[in-house]
């Protein structure tokens, strides 16, 4: 039987040649290796390893509690699984702010963990950051907009951009850091004219979030598009229940086990090892 063909990785450049040709880019946040593998063989083209894993995984209010010792583990899981999808990891709060050297030893670290690019919010005062990184061999991706990091200082998720001030800003931010080299902007909760204006001016591809429908690509948290999370955004959509189907599994096996249905026979150890030849008519143990 003929080994099935390897498909190669999604890299950075590959989001710019995609886009250029027309394609719209589909981005996936996800957190654990059974969910990259579930993402990657439904053909997404990129993962974030997001320091939302605080609000989503960790049980955080916030971004801001995410250290990079959880942003390594949760990388190296997601890389171990993707074969296919570009794996795009967020350096966390307080690990590129304090430094152009504390940046390139994160986004190392991101590196070495399996990710094929860094994620970083801010504009034009990151510049140099982002040339250091890439100067050190490190695909780095842009985030604009609503910036989960500054949650305090923006007093709350709030859309940005609105004002014509801010969204002169924004576009200057914009263009400044597909000057300096990064591969994509994520842009989140702008308003979707703001988006579509950023999205003509600059050279690399937009990736939008809650940023309207004319951004080069969208991405949306794993959770939030198969009914895992307890709020579903306003700009999100739901295209499953998997909290219901979990539920109703859980549900089910507790009622095996208390009427005394599970386990059975089949699912039962008879001293041999695993894997030993059994008898013949009796099932071999799962």
């Keep these: 039987m003929p080994e099935p063909q390897r498909v190669a990785p999604v890299t ?3 989001l710019v040649r ?3 040709a027309g394609r719209r880019l589909v981005a996936v946040t996800a957190y654990t290796a059974p969910e990259a593998r579930l993402c990657d063989a439904a053909g997404v083209d990129v993962i974030l390893v997001g320091d939302s ?3 989503a995984v960790l049980g955080l209010a916030d971004t801001l509690g995410v250290t990079m010792d959880d942003m390594v583990r949760h990388t190296r899981a997601v890389a171990g699984a ?3 999808a570009l794996v795009v990891a967020d350096l966390p709060f307080l690990s590129y702010q ?3 050297a504390d940046a390139v030893r994160n986004g190392g670290r991101l590196l070495q ?3 094929s690019a860094v994620k970083l919010e801010g504009g034009s005062a990151y510049v140099p950051t982002v040339e250091a990184l890439g100067h050190a061999g490190i695909p780095v991706i842009g985030h604009l907009g609503f910036t989960p990091q500054s949650v305090r200082r923006l007093g709350g998720p709030r859309v940005q951009g609105r004002e014509s001030g801010s969204a002169e800003e924004l576009r200057r931010d914009a263009a400044a850091l597909a000057a300096a080299g990064v591969g994509a902007i994520v842009l989140e909760m702008v308003p979707g004219p703001l988006a579509q204006a950023v999205t003509a001016e600059v050279s690399v591809p937009t ?3 809650g940023a309207g429908p004319d951004c080069s690509g969208q991405i949306l948290v794993l959770y939030d598009l198969v009914g895992l999370s307890p709020r579903l955004p306003h700009f999100a959509r ?3 229940d998997a909290g219901a189907e979990i539920g109703r599994a859980v549900e089910r096996y507790a009622e095996d086990v208390r009427a005394g249905r599970f386990p059975g026979p089949e699912h039962t150890h008879d001293g041999r090892r695993w894997g030993e030849p059994h008898p013949p008519g009796r099932d071999a143990p799962s």
């Design 12 to 14: 950075v450049r590959d």
């Design 18 to 20: 995609l886009s250029a």
């Design 53 to 55: 894993l605080g609000n």
């Design 82 to 84: 993707a074969q296919r």
């Design 98 to 100: 304090t430094g152009i």
């Design 113 to 115: 963990a399996g990710a």
């Design 207 to 209: 990736i939008g979030i």
């Design 238 to 240: 739901s295209y499953g």
